[in-house]
């Protein structure tokens, strides 16, 4: 099974809200990246928080790591119809010996204009 | 700068045929990644290679499935007497390794394999 797991699966919100998204994976991490993919741009890469640290911005992005939970958020304030996509978490971490990043199933995000 | 740039871009097979998959990293880039992803789903590890180590092969799904990277840089992910459910979206991604771990990947458009 993935080790990242995004809930909710899918969210549907007002232009101009917050949006919430969460990530819970299962071993020791060096670091969790989040991910956007939409249909115009492929995947892309947002934001990357190191095992260390516990928060983390970027322009309306702002990401938390809770290692003793082993859970991640991403909030992305003030939405707007462009972050349409879906988000997915990545985390970088040893499963069966070997160091590898693992991607979770995803969040669908609506944004309604 | 040129990013990550895969070929073909769409790709059409019969059932029982093999299909090659090319992938053009980042200059400078030594890690590789293939992923598969297929409709609405998350993205499936397949193989990571870095520098002149010796691939993670791990996610292979099967031994149909094997890759290549020469000279530590193009790779080439080749599936042997494709299956139907071997249809999905390819998608290559190189990054840096720096000291302190991974580092972001940056991933190219993927090749949409749909076997017939």
């Known amino acids: 099974s993935q080790q990242g797991e995004e809930d909710p699966q899918a969210l549907s919100i007002q232009e101009g809200e917050n949006a919430t998204m969460n990530c819970s994976y299962k071993?020791?991490?060096?670091?969790l990246q989040w991910y956007r993919q939409n249909s115009g741009r492929g995947l892309v890469h947002l934001i990357l928080?190191?095992?260390?640290?516990r928060e983390k911005h970027s322009g309306r992005l702002r990401v938390t790591l809770d290692t003793s939970k082993k859970s991640s958020s991403l909030l992305i304030t003030a939405s707007r119809a462009a972050d349409t996509a879906s988000y997915f978490c990545?985390?970088?971490?040893?499963?069966?010996?070997?160091?590898?990043?693992?991607f979770g199933t995803g969040t669908r995000l609506k944004v309604l204009a | 700068g040129a990013g990550v740039s895969q070929s073909p871009s769409n790709k059409v097979t019969e059932k029982g045929k093999d299909v090659e998959l090319r992938c053009d990293p980042i200059?400078?880039?030594?890690?590789l990644y293939w992923y598969r992803q297929s409709l609405g789903q998350g993205l499936e590890f397949l193989i990571y290679f870095q520098g002149n180590s010796a691939p993670d092969k791990s996610g292979l799904p099967s031994d149909r499935f094997s890759a290549e990277r020469t000279g530590g840089s193009v790779s080439t992910l080749t599936i042997q007497r494709t299956q139907q459910e071997d249809s999905a979206v390819y998608l290559c991604a190189s990054s840096r390794v720096v000291t302190s771990g991974r580092d972001e990947q940056y991933f190219g458009p993927g090749t949409r394999l749909t076997v017939t």
């Open positions: 071993t020791s991490i060096n670091n």
């Open positions: 990545a985390t970088d971490g040893r499963s069966a010996g070997t160091y590898k990043y693992i």
């Open positions: 928080i190191r095992s260390n640290e």
């Open positions: 200059s400078g880039h030594t890690a």
